[in-house]
């Protein structure tokens, strides 16, 4: 993945304060980069990401996110597979929910590590652009907070909708481009939320924070909502839901009342259809 396909990025990088998830100790920082690279950022970063999401309160997953992501999901059919799995936890909350989860991941120590903490749940090492699983062989996908960490999105997207039967759900949150795209200039609740440069143009980005110790870097791409509505319809989705959770009062506090005015994710449930579609066809 090459600048050209980025948009103008500044000349040095540039940070600034960016909340993401719940209040932490020392504000996140973001900086904007040149380029990225997704994959050798998530493998380096793995260890760090893997303390991070089972130390509780570190993420916000336990303490809203998942709450407000599963009622998306549908009801346990055949069998579910976990796109971008990391350590395992969303695999084994839909595995307690009657679901038979396959999680992948292209992060050998996140494969592992979710191996060992959930032997029960098949795990394996995958890039999600091209997976090995025959056509329909799964009624329902999930990438949960990963579709954003990936580079080839158009390949991942059409390889969610191979292994969808006709009538399966791909279920997925992303960070919101809307955050992706700018940052609030204060940490004050009623704070200017600003976008330098471009919200339709793709950019990388690095958010970094530390919280009790524990600190976390996440290397990501912005992209459109419109980069995923093309992605879907070339797949043959249809989009039938969409959410855009931002901080719940119970978790509100300080710099994060912030986020009740700007969501944090988005939140799409889509159907496959029988043929897929072009967003550029006329009907
Ligand atoms: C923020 S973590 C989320 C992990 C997990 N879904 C969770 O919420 O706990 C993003 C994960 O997506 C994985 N990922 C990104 N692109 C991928 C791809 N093309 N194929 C497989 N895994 C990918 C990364 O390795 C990383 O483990």
């Keep these: 993945m090459g600048c050209a396909s980025v948009r103008k990025c500044p000349p040095e ?19 904007r980069l040149q380029r990225g690279d997704l994959r050798a950022a998530w493998i380096e970063h793995a260890a760090e990401w893997i303390a991070w999401a089972r130390v509780p309160g570190h993420d916000s997953y336990p303490t809203f996110h998942r709450d407000l992501f599963l009622p998306l999901v549908p009801a ?23 679901h038979t989860v396959i999680g992948i991941d ?23 652009a091209a997976l090995s699983f025959p056509d329909a062989s799964f009624d329902c996908v999930v990438a949960f907070m990963s579709l954003q960490d990936t580079e080839d999105l158009d390949a991942v997207i059409r390889e969610c909708g191979r292994v969808l039967s006709e009538g399966g759900r791909l279920c997925f949150a992303i960070v919101h481009p809307l955050n992706s795209a700018g940052w609030f200039e204060e940490p004050t609740a009623d704070a200017a939320f600003v ?6 143009n793709e950019s990388f980005y690095e958010d970094s924070l530390a919280r009790d110790g524990l600190t976390m870097t996440f290397v990501s791409k912005h992209r459109p909502l419109s980069s995923y509505a093309d992605a ?22 300080g710099r994060t009342r912030r986020w009740q005015r700007v969501p944090l994710f988005w939140h799409c449930r889509a159907v496959k259809l029988s043929i897929a579609t072009s967003p550029r066809s006329s009907d």
């Design 106 to 128: 292209r992060s050998p120590m996140m494969v592992e590590a979710a191996r060992t903490a959930y032997p029960e749940i098949a795990f394996e090492e995958a890039d999600a």
């Design 76 to 98: 346990p059919g055949r069998r579910t597979l976990d796109v971008g799995c990391g350590e395992g936890r969303l695999s084994h909350d839909l595995t307690q929910l009657g």
């Design 232 to 253: 879907l319809a070339q797949a043959g989705f249809l989009i039938e839901r969409i959410g855009e959770p931002s901080v719940p009062d119970d978790a509100a506090e």
């Design 195 to 200: 976008i330098e440069g471009s919200y339709l």
């Design 13 to 31: 990088p540039r940070r600034y304060s960016q909340a993401i998830g719940v209040p932490g100790n020392r504000p996140p920082s973001r900086t």
